[in-house]
């Protein structure tokens, strides 16, 4: 019942206002990579002889090895420094097995910076993109981010998600002083600002679908409460503070909506709000325990665990109709199920004989497999383009995020230097 029960228990406490930059950033440790990864060269970008406070070259670099889906040449074995498409010569390229290759320049202006860039297809000698990019002061990572999500989806025709963003928790001090803090950063764990601060727990942080405004717990009332707060602004309301559990916020698409747990009438049920009106309408009514409810993309129907079988299983709730029905049969443990933003794969925390691990079901065939090889996995978030799962995990004694791709061949770490790291959330995209 673990996964069941940690849903509900949340403590969220003082609203600080506007966001407080602070030094929570996350390092990445990349744990496995993909052996189909597309073999790509980023140069390092020409400058006009000024240092500059971020190495744009290799955030992209970083970017796209993280992603799984490529394999960057380390700088040491490049022959050639070029910086624009007019200077690649296409043979040594080949000669080193590239097959695309990232050249540009960085230079300074009045009001910030201007990165050009270009990507080159080597094997047909040609240039597939290129543009120029303006980026503030303190942006440059911002627009390498930007020039990394056009570079992946010229070559996969996937959009990139390395412009959003993660909530996450952090905790650290004794069980007599624990502090908690919830955060957001960028996708890759840098720039990170503090949201909330509390010397109480924190969990289940949710984003809306203009990721502009996070719903969460909090029992700073000493009871349970649902609010949603502005990320920007710090604003926030209070949505749902019923006699027992009020949990597991979860947006539907559209935003109007907050799915959630109450307890208000007797066992643990699914309700969902419409935020506007705070009217309520009870999904689920069973003698078991539902939790942690879940959208489908098309608004149409949830998904909730629920351990009516015996046993935590994941079901679908279909609006209209009022169907219930299961969809996971592998094993006697799976819970915190999210789908695929296509609504065809089921990603999910399923206990094996080796623990509990992030695992991915095909909802057409129902195949299940585990794409993690931790043993203390929860909370699984899915990145807005489908290709990366992010998850807190046990690393020794510390609380880590880890993240999988959605094919399960590569992996990376986001550790924390300031204590523990739990509850992830993925934004998003930002438009």
Do not use: C
């Not at 996350?26 to 020409?46: K, W």
């Not at 602004?233 to 979860?250: V, W, Y």
């Not at 307890?263 to 325990?289: A, C, F, H, W």
């Not at 994941?314 to 049969?329: A, D, H, K, M, N």
Request: proline share 5%.
């Amino acid at each position: 019942m673990k996964a069941l029960m940690t849903t509900w228990l949340a403590a969220l406490l003082l609203m600080l206002g506007t966001l407080a930059h602070a030094q929570s950033d996350l390092t990445i440790e990349i744990t496995r990579g993909s052996d189909r990864a597309t073999p790509i060269a980023v140069v390092p970008f020409a400058t006009d002889g000024e240092s500059l406070p971020e190495d744009v070259a290799q955030i992209i670099s970083d970017d796209l090895e993280r992603s799984g889906f490529f394999a960057p040449l380390p700088r040491d074995a490049m022959y050639d420094r070029p910086s624009s498409g007019d200077e690649v010569r296409y043979g040594q390229w080949r000669a080193l097995d590239v097959r695309y290759l990232v050249v540009g320049n960085v230079s300074r202006g009045s009001d910030g910076y201007r990165i050009r860039y270009e990507l080159m297809d080597i094997s047909g000698q040609r240039r597939m993109i290129g543009e120029s990019v303006s980026a503030g002061s303190n942006e440059l990572r911002g627009g390498a981010h930007y020039i990394s999500d056009q570079i992946f989806e010229a070559i996969t025709g996937i959009r990139g998600a390395f412009s959003t963003r993660i909530a996450y928790v952090t905790a650290q001090g004794t069980d007599q002083d624990m502090q908690f803090a919830l955060y957001v950063a960028d996708a890759d764990g840098h720039n990170s600002q503090q949201v909330l601060s509390s010397r109480e727990p924190i969990l289940s942080p949710a984003w809306s679908p203009d990721g502009r405004k996070l719903a969460y717990v909090s029992f700073e009332t000493e009871r349970p409460a649902i609010y949603v707060q502005d990320v920007g602004t710090g604003q926030r309301a209070r949505l749902a503070s019923f006699d027992g559990i009020n949990g597991a916020p979860a947006w539907s698409p559209d935003g109007r909506r907050l799915a959630m747990t109450l307890s208000k009438d007797g066992q643990p049920e699914i309700y969902v709000m419409d935020v506007g009106s705070r009217n309520l309408e009870r999904i689920t009514n069973n003698s078991s325990i539902d939790t942690e409810p879940s959208w489908a993309p098309d608004g149409r129907s949830l998904i909730f665990t629920s351990d009516r079988s015996g046993g935590p299983q994941i079901y679908r709730y279909s609006f209209g109709g009022g169907q219930v029905e299961r969809l996971t049969f592998t094993g006697n443990y799976n819970a915190r199920g999210r789908l695929s933003p296509d609504g065809e794969t089921l990603f999910l925390v399923h206990r094996s004989s080796n623990g509990y691990q992030v695992a991915r079901q095909d909802l057409g065939s129902g195949r299940l497999v585990v794409l993690s090889d931790s043993r203390w996995d929860e909370s699984p978030s899915v990145a807005p383009n489908g290709t990366m799962v992010i998850f807190a995990t046990q690393q020794g004694n510390s609380g880590v995020l880890g993240a999988v791709s959605a094919d399960g061949r590569a992996s990376y770490r986001l550790p924390s230097a300031r204590g523990d790291v739990r509850e992830p959330a993925w934004s998003p995209f930002l438009n």
